[in-house]
Structures are given as structure tokens and as C-alpha cells.
């Protein structure tokens, strides 16, 4: 069973973080604070997310700055980074915004159902990269071992999780979050790559 994704909230603001938590509670994931783009940065060494919500305006190490750190680390590049800020600068800071890596970038004050829908999208991305990451992993212990029959079960398995893929991917066709659907169809491709390489596994096969 895949663990609940790790959701991380960046705000220097209490009362933010707290609005946060109640947006996104719904959805039964692991929330984690952080106060400061320091204490963000400090938290990614050590754990993995789904998704990185962060505040523009924070004193100190600023957004813009975090993610730039964020996206300059190997283990946390790929993490989807959604920006929120309390003012509106026009296309130049959204310009930036994007530019520093953020998949989107929304103004406060914001939608809750619209927030919690994008969230959701690339936890469900996330859940979906952890079981084929869990697949694979077996996959090649049991070769190891040297217990092909193994192979049946293993295709079942996978076959959920393409159906699941699948499904989001159908979800997300015609979406305004490009970013989702790429990293969904990147998703896609893990799997069909999988698929491919677990058939010709199979006795009899070319």
C-alpha cells in the first residue's frame, strides 16, 4: 500500500498556513509547514512531495529565490511547485514566476475547490510514480531470485495501474494545466516502457 503524499506548505504567515491546512485537509494526505524558504529547503533534504505550495512574498529568502534552490538539487527538481502571492504584478512577475520553475501561479485570494483540484492532480501523479516505482522494484528482485511465475501477478498489477494512469490522463485531456498533463503523459510512457519490458520477460517471447 502506497504511503499517504507529503504536501509542502510555505508561508511565513500562520494564519496562511492554518487556511491552508483547512483547504487541503480534504484530502487526506500528510501536510507539512514550513515557515521560511530555509525551513523549506532544510525539509526537502530529508523527505519526498507530491507538490510544493509557496508564497512569493516572504522576508528573507523570498519564493522566487527557494524555488530557484529547489530546482537547482537533483533529488528536488522535479517536484510541481505552485506559487501563491497577494499581489498581482501583471505578466512580468508571473513571467518570473514560471521562469523559476513553478508549474502555476495563483493570486491570492484564491478559488479553495480550484486549489484543492490542481493539488490533487499531481498527488495523484505522485501516487501513480510511487507504484510503478514499487513494480519495477519487485520486478527485479524476484528475476533476481529467479522466480519468473511472479510474472503473472506483476502484470495484473500493472494493468491496474495503467488503467489508473489512463483514467487521468482522459481526466486531464483538454486541461489548462499543461504541466500536469505532460508530467501524466511522462507517466504513460514509464508504463508502456514497462509494460515492454515485462512481455518480453515472458516465456516464448522474442
Known sequence: MVQKAKILLVDDRPENLLALEAILSALDQTLVRAASGEEALKALLTDDFAVILLDVQMP???????????KRRERTRDIPIIFLTAINHGPHHTFRGYAAGAVDYISKPFDPWVLRAKVSVFVDLYVKNCQLKEQAALLRLQLEAGETPVLGELSARLAAVEEQAEALVKQLDGSADTAAATTAAHLERKLAGLRKALDALRPGSA
Open 60 to 70: 528573507g529568502m523570498d519564493g522566487f529565490e527557494t524555488a530557484s534552490h529547489i
